[in-house]
C-alpha cells in the first residue's frame, strides 16, 4: 500500500457519501435499472403464484365440497368461469414475464405507460370478480365478502415496482373502482337490496388510497437503498480499479475494507528489493516514451509473478521496487515463497532478454525479519510501509549484486529459512556491509 491511500481513503468517502450522477460511474444508472427490473420479476412471479394458489384452492374446494361454494355464490360458481378469468389474466403477467426478461437481457428498461397499464390491469381483477360476486350474492354481501380486501393483494405487492407514483396509481385504481362498484353498480335481481351509503363507502375506499400511497413511500426507501448500495459497489469498483494500478489486488482489499486505520505492528517479512542494473545510463540513448514501455513492460511480468506467490509491491523506486512477502497479509513460507518468486523473476527476464534488442539485467537482495509493518507519516499524508534494519540489510544485500556481478543475494536468515531448498546456494563467506561494524553471511542463488 502507497502513500495514495490516504487520498483512497477521501476518494472513497466522497463517492460514498454522495449519490448525485456526477460522482456516479455511467455504469450506475444500468445496474440500478437491472436491480428495479429483477424486483418486478419478483413482484410479477408473486402475482401468479399468489392468483394460482387462490384459483387451486377454490378448484379443490369445489371438488371436494362443492356445497359450500354453492351456498356462498347462491348456486352460480362455475369452474368454467373461474378458469375464464384467471386464464387471460395468467397469461399477460407471463407476457409482461417475459418482455421483462428480454428488456433485461437487452440492457433495456419497460416504458412507464406499459408500468401503468400494468398496474390498472392488475388492480382491475379484484373489480371484475367483485362484478361476479355482486351477481351472484348481491351487492349488499358482495362488499362485504373478500372481493374488496384483494385489493391490498396488488397494493402491498407494487411496492416492489419501487416507484412511489405507480403504487399510488394503484391505490388509487382500486379505491375508484370499488366506489364506481359499490355506488352505480346494482345488479337488477337483487334491486331490493338498500343502496350503500356514500359515506362509508368514500371512507373505506379511502383506505386503499392511503395504502397505496404507504407502499409507494415504502418503494421509494427500498429504492434509495438500492441506490445506495449500488454507488458504494460502483464507488468500490472505481477506487479498487484506481489504486489497483498503482499497489496489489490485496492491498487494495485491505483499503476497501480496514480504511487507512490500519494500527503500526511488528511482524517478521521476506523484504526484497529489485533493480535495474545500468538501466539509466541505457535509458539516456533512448526516447522517453520507449524507456516508459519498455520499463513497463517488465514490471508487468514481474509483478505478475509476486502476485502469485503472494507477494506485494510496497513502492517503486524508480527503475526498481521494494516488495513484501507476509506483510500486510499471512503468507506461510514467507522466505521460501519470496525466493520461489526471485527464481522465477530472473528466469522471465531471461526470456524477455531473448525477444529484445534491449535486454535488462536485475539485481535482488532477499532477508527475513522483523520489521515495524504499518501507516507512517503525517496526519495529512500517511502510506503503509515497513521500516527496520531488515529493510535496511535487504537494501545493502541488493547493492552487493554490483560488487560481486550476481543478480540474487539472501541473508542467512532467508537461507536458514529454506532448509534443503537452499543446497544450491553459495556461500560468499561473511561480506564486509556499508553501515554494519562487523561482517554478515551473504548467499547467492543462481
Known amino acids: 500500500m502507497t502513500s495514495l491511500e490516504s487520498h483512497g481513503m477521501t476518494v472513497l468517502r466522497r463517492l460514498l457519501g454522495r449519490h448525485d450522477r456526477s ?4 455504469g450506475f444508472r444500468d445496474a440500478l435499472t437491472r436491480e428495479i427490473l429483477l424486483t418486478e420479476i419478483l413482484r410479477v412471479k408473486a402475482v401468479i403464484v399468489t392468483v394460482s394458489l387462490l384459483v387451486a384452492v377454490l378448484t379443490v374446494i369445489f371438488l371436494v365440497a362443492p356445497s359450500g361454494l354453492m351456498k356462498i355464490s347462491h348456486g352460480q360458481f362455475s369452474v368454467a368461469r373461474l378458469y375464464a378469468v384467471y386464464t387471460p389474466f395468467i397469461l399477460a403477467e407471463l407476457w409482461v414475464l417475459r418482455l421483462i426478461t428480454r ?4 440492457h433495456g428498461d419497460i416504458p412507464t405507460l406499459r408500468r401503468y397499464m400494468s398496474a390498472l390491469v392488475e388492480t382491475s381483477l379484484p373489480t371484475f370478480v367483485l362484478y361476479l360476486h355482486m351477481n351472484w350474492m348481491g351487492p349488499a354481501e358482495a362488499l362485504g365478502f373478500v372481493a374488496p380486501l384483494a385489493y391490498f393483494v396488488f397494493i402491498i405487492l407494487s411496492t416492489l415496482r419501487l416507484d412511489f407514483w405507480i403504487s399510488t396509481f394503484t391505490g388509487f385504481v382500486a379505491a375508484a373502482e370499488l366506489l364506481a362498484m359499490a355506488m352505480w353498480y346494482h345488479p337488477a335481481a337483487f334491486a331490493g337490496e338498500p343502496a350503500p351509503e356514500f359515506d362509508f363507502q368514500l371512507i373505506r375506499c379511502a383506505m386503499f388510497l392511503i395504502g397505496g400511497i404507504l407502499a409507494g413511500s415504502v418503494g421509494v426507501q427500498l429504492r434509495h437503498q438500492f441506490e445506495a448500495s449500488i454507488a458504494a459497489a460502483t464507488a468500490r ?6 489504486f489497483g494500478q498503482h499497489v496489489s489486488p490485496e492491498v487494495v482489499e485491505r483499503l476497501m475494507v480496514e480504511g487507512a486505520s490500519t494500527a503500526s505492528e511488528i511482524r517478521r517479512v521476506a523484504v526484497m528489493f529489485v533493480d535495474f542494473r545500468s538501466f539509466t ?7 522517453p516514451q520507449e524507456v516508459v514501455e519498455r520499463l513497463d513492460g ?13 507477494g506485494i ?23 521460501q515463497h519470496a525466493v520461489a518468486a526471485a527464481r522465477e523473476m530472473l528466469a ?6 531473448e525477444a529484445t534488442t534491449w535486454p535488462l539485467r536485475i539485481g535482488i537482495g532477499l532477508h527475513f525479519g522483523e520489521v515495524v509493518a504499518g501507516n507512517i507519516g503525517s496526519p495529512r499524508r500517511k502510506e503503509y510501509t515497513v521500516i527496520g534494519d531488515t529493510v535496511n540489510f535487504a537494501a545493502r544485500l541488493e547493492a552487493l549484486n554490483k560488487q560481486f556481478n550476481s543478480q540474487l543475494l539472501i541473508s ?19 561480506v564486509e556491509i556499508k553501515g554494519y561494524d562487523r561482517p554478515m553471511t551473504v548467499w547467492q542463488l543462481g
Do not use: Q
Open 281 to 287: 545510463a541505457a535509458a539516456r540513448l533512448r526516447p
Open 348 to 353: 522471465a527476464m531471461e526470456r524477455i532478454n
Open 412 to 430: 542467512a536468515a532467508v537461507h536458514d529459512a529454506l532448509g534443503e531448498a537452499g543446497d544450491d546456494a553459495v556461500s560468499l563467506g561473511a
Open 23 to 26: 460522482l456516479v460511474p455511467a
Open 237 to 242: 469498483d472505481r477506487v479498487t480499479n484506481l
Open 298 to 310: 517488465a514490471f508487468a511480468v514481474l509483478v505478475e509473478i509476486l502476485d502469485r506467490h503472494g
Open 313 to 335: 509491491v510496497n513502492k517503486f523506486l524508480g527503475d526498481g521496487f521494494l516488495a513484501l512477502f507476509n506483510a500486510p497479509f499471512e503468507v506461510p513460507g514467507a522466505a
Open 103 to 106: 428488456r433485461m437481457a437487452l
